[in-house]
């Protein structure tokens, strides 16, 4: 039992260090590595896996809705990010440049791409000639650099992991509503599969993608109160179009311009699920994500018969659409469970030959450790309904946690206060003025989240910092 | 009917230039478009589409051997190229170097991966201990870049997207045994989802992957006559991990180092297809790969019921599992077809009011033109029946032309005469040095393809270039 200890001990308590539990969290359930390259990690199979689900439904969903996968270059020639001004001031201090091609210097260096709209824009520009040829919805699925100072797993790195969706369209009402089609897409997929509540909402000027006309985000409250930022989707509106030369014939034979939008996800959807489930034994995975739903720990496996009907059990789950598997290693039963929870895994049937003579198996949940006793024959039936109803739990736990987690104030002392003291949303009026957005930031570092869609009951009349008269309800908090 | 005729008179005759079709069938059929990045291109839906498919199909297959995915960082520190000296040799002068990360130079420099057998290395140094560790199977599907001086779509441009597979073992035996595994599933792959017959050989030394000890390659016959390497095994033997220090404990607690292999399949196989199947109407893509399987093509759709009941034989085909579409657009019937054989869709269905008042619909195959009456209710049967007789027809006439195409030589000048007049394989005895290969390669432009492992059949018992005794049977070809 030494070796058992040692997994668990190698976690930091959430209470004590929640960083740290994070750090030993992606390390130990065996999501990440560090590697040689600074800033950039190494997926492993557990962590790869798990993108591989995500990338599976999302893509799944995006296709529903017309849209198309593509592939554009992964270089940006240095003209080409400068054609739109707002989005080369964004971008162009934090990409990789590359100036040499083999043993040459490049007559003009190029960045690794750090987002894709000027590449997009590039070919609509050709691509796109009449109204016959919109709407245009791509998307990539590829990796981005963007060279941060700080870094951490999943949440920041230099590099990682994302879709991008570029879409043309004839008027700005259909660009609007593609942008909002895709915020609703990706909270329904964070609720539904993620089993993760999310705040959807407007950013503020301030805080709105370079480039962008509006910015909409959904927003998720982690176990420690901070929020992350899970999803954005953009309107450019003719924006990118005039500074492209993006045009289209329309049905009267005029020139009109197309409205653009951009949305994306990225690998930090995977420290979203560690920071909103996890708990101080490890990883807890939401069954519809999990890579491996069930896990079979046969106990006393060297006696007869036990390998044989765990056997049994892992065929009749794998014939039900269960994704199980089976630990039939030489480690002890207890290592073998401290495995199974670091890793998230939503269930582990326990089975020994004192169940299997009175032909019973343990359904053990990771999220609350809760036991069932079900026959063998029932196991498959119990172990999908179980699935279910953790994937249930898991959400409603979540959305119970993020309520109790949003504070109303109406007072810059009482601001004040709860970012200091109440972790979580802070619900308070906004003025509209960025003097004030700067402000609360600098003296509380809460910056404004959103501006939520589905709650505009407001909070007093006036702005929480300023106190003059203020319509704008804001969501605010401390962010990764 | 002006428009249609425009569609196909853009495409140049094989017969003419063959390099021309292939480029102006990768242009209409809508696989790519050139992009502002010299040598990179935008690889649109409908090749995407194809790269899903071939993704989808290697990825199963793969799983299906052991193999997990991984994802490794894009860049390569120089100091970690330069750890295996023939690895760097053969890369360091065709790979991108990035030299600023945002307003700062790098301390040193790193090139975005042209392969990525180094960072595998450098993480198996750290993550490899004892032999419970072994094998480690792992495969990343990514893109790299190599700065070719010369680009064409899909057969070289400097960004290409790719899978790279790499293993390591406990013993040179197990690698060797790895290596021919994932030669063969390519092999299979491509014989039964691509329709494309392949020799499967191994490299001369000359020819290897810079750092293998062995190499072993699958060569497939474009319709030109040329070899076009589809695919590569590597067994690295412990080369690597001696440079990188990987090594292992195993059962008697002595270190010994790993065993390694790599393996890699690439975007270039749709040019492959292209080169394969296509003819002077476009692309013909073979029914296992093809996005879309079946085009349901209305005649006369303005007439009552046409719509309808194309709509219905559309479903019926979905409900049979088959991957199809209707082209109810506003242009001609020759247009569409012009496009879905410009596309390669494998059948199209015309369907008009005469066919509907007949109860019949005619099923036309885009490999032969041959058609094919059937009654409505047996659509969906006798499509899914003629979408496999088009596979394995593809298959066979493709085999057809490679066995066709093979030219056995004992002599130097019918060497010479051969590449001159023979488009194809020629088959011809090797006497084992590098000398022989270089003379050969300058002075006809054939480069040795491979010393296949199911022909082994002497030919003679002398080298067809110096006429010293040879045992090494060579076939030998132009190649792209």
Redesign the interface.
Known sequence: MAKDKKLVEAITSMDVDFAQWYTDVVKKAGLI?Y???KG??????AG??I??NIQKELDRRFKETGV??????????EG?LQKEKDHVEGFA???????????NPLQER?C?RPTSET?FC??YA??IQSYRDLPKC?NQW??V?R?EKETRPFLRS??F?WQEGHTAHASAEEAEERTLQMLHLYADFCEEVLAMPVVRGKKTDKEKFAGAEATYTIEALMHDGKALQSGTSHNFGDGFAKAFGIQYTDKDNKLQYVHQTSWGMTTRLIGAIIMVHGDDSGLVLPPEIAPTQVMVIPIQQHKEGVLDKAEEIKDALKHAGIRVKMDDSEKSPGWKFSEQEMRGIPIRVELGPKDIAAGKCVLVRRDTREKTECSLKEAATVAAELLKTIQRDMFERAKEHQKSHITEVTSYDAFKEAVEHKPGFIRAMWCGDVECENKIKEETTATSRCMPLEDSQPVSDVCVCCGKPAHKLVYWGKAY
């Open positions: 590595d590697s040689s390259v950039c990690m190494v997926i492993k199979p790869y896996a993108w591989e198309e996968n593509v592939y554009m270059p992964m270089f940006i020639p080409l201090p934090e990409v990789a440049w590359v100036t040499h091609g083999g043993l190029m690794v590449l590039d070919f050709n691509d791509y590829c990796s650099v060279w230099r590099e992991l």
